[in-house]
């Protein structure tokens, strides 16, 4: 996998746009894990607005994986999604990249991490870190899109650890906007005081 992606990405041309649907292609088709990785990948690029749009498809995965869904129909609107000639080559190495640590460090294990049981716990999982994806905060989709990537190839590779290792990531990120809400919390503190109107009243 990671030698066809490093391929594609040499033979894209200048003016190649990878879509999202062309991407879903690469590894395997509309599988959730599938979505889930790619998905979780696109929302950690620059690009304005990207972990806004690609949160509510985040939620729709959570929600066919709540339902117990193996494969998602990821809407025309989500398919079109382009990238610009010079990140679709970044993401196609980026992609290769995650594949080729995934190939060399995950492997079956801790098999009641993946039992069929434990997928609406994921999906809520899914869900919540969709959730800080979607809060406007500087870096803030780094850590839950990793923690997302980590739930989808611990999927694909049936590897518990990768999932523990998603919980902890996740748990990070939810430190992460505790403490931008307190600094936020203490910045409007400090600055109401010093408002005009209050200060008129």
């Known amino acids: 996998m990671a030698g066809h992606l490093r391929a594609r990405a040499a033979q894209a041309s200048d003016a190649c746009r990878l879509t999202l649907a062309e991407l879903l292609t690469l590894p395997d ?3 959730l894990p599938s979505v889930l990785l790619l ?3 696109l929302t950690m690029l620059p690009v304005a607005g990207a972990g806004t749009v690609l949160s ?3 939620w729709w995965v959570a929600w066919a994986w709540w339902r117990g869904h193996d494969r998602l129909n990821v809407p025309p609107r989500a398919l079109a999604l382009s990238l610009s000639p010079r990140w679709s080559r970044r993401c196609l190495h980026g992609l290769a990249w995650v594949f080729e640590q ?3 460090c995950l492997r079956p294990r801790w098999a ?3 039992h069929q049981r434990t997928q609406p716990w994921w999906a809520l999982w899914v869900s919540l870190m969709a959730a800080l994806i979607f809060l406007p905060l500087p870096l803030g989709n780094v850590l839950p899109a990793l923690s997302l990537m980590l739930v989808a ?3 694909m590779f049936r590897d518990g650890l990768a999932l523990a290792l998603a919980g902890a990531t996740g748990v990070a990120a939810l430190a992460y906007v505790v403490v931008w809400w307190e600094l936020l919390l203490g910045l409007l503190a400090a600055a109401l005081p010093h408002l ?3 200060q008129a009243a």
């Open 29 to 31: 088709s509309q599988s």
């Open 39 to 41: 998905s979780a990948t």
């Open 56 to 58: 509510f498809l985040l």
């Open 102 to 104: 995934a190939d060399r």
């Open 112 to 114: 009641w991490w993946t």
């Open 153 to 155: 190839l611990g999927w």
């Open 196 to 198: 005009p109107w209050l």
